[in-house]
């Protein structure tokens, strides 16, 4: 069963006792609640790794519940969630910091999945292209999200060369499926300062044996 702290919001009493017992199954630490202002003040109480929250409550957007996590734990993951299927909400939630958007009604497995790529929270660095650095700070056996020094184009193929703590050295290559500007990352991670400027989401593609081991080893 996983460490991490889960808070699930969303006003539905049903979705919450389902997904209640959903998360109940797979995480230690679970918490549903049903308005905007019990999310903030739990996170103001407890640090949650994943949020997963709906973007339509009775008090307050989803979106300004999203910016308050994001100034108050930025160390959190949240997925939002909404009935709407308006791409511009979806981009919005995305820029703003979420790491994933379903819409509902969404598949349980497709949530699992995501909910496993959020397992770690830890920096290392890279090389990609062997021209550019950059820093990997959220990584899963799927994928990762990077802050580069180049710009990449959704769809492009890229080799990464993974520096580890042992001193060992990790290839991989990455398909990149997300780009956008810093806004999106907390600031305390790598600035422009550093030649870091990009957030890039990559899917990996075939990482070898050791990839696994090492991600296992980042474990919360």
Known sequence: MRPE???????????????????????????AVGTG?????????????????????????????????????????????????DEDIRQEALKRGAFEFFEKPFDIDKLKAALRGMRVFKSVQASIDEKHKGMIYNLSDSGMLVMTDAVFKCGATVDILLHVRDNREIPLKGRVVRTSDSSCIPPQFPSAEDGMKYAVGMQLVDPPSDYFSFVDSLML
């Open 5 to 31: 702290n889960v808070l699930f919001v969303d006003d539905n009493e049903l979705l919450r006792s389902v997904m209640m017992r959903f998360f109940s199954k797979e995480f230690q630490h679970v918490k």
């Open 37 to 85: 202002n019990e999310a903030m003040k739990q996170i103001q109480e407890k640090f949650y790794h994943i949020v997963i929250l709906d973007k339509k409550l009775p008090d307050i957007d989803g979106l300004d519940v999203l910016d308050y996590i994001s100034g108050k734990s930025p160390h959190s993951r949240v997925v939002m969630i909404t009935s709407s299927a």
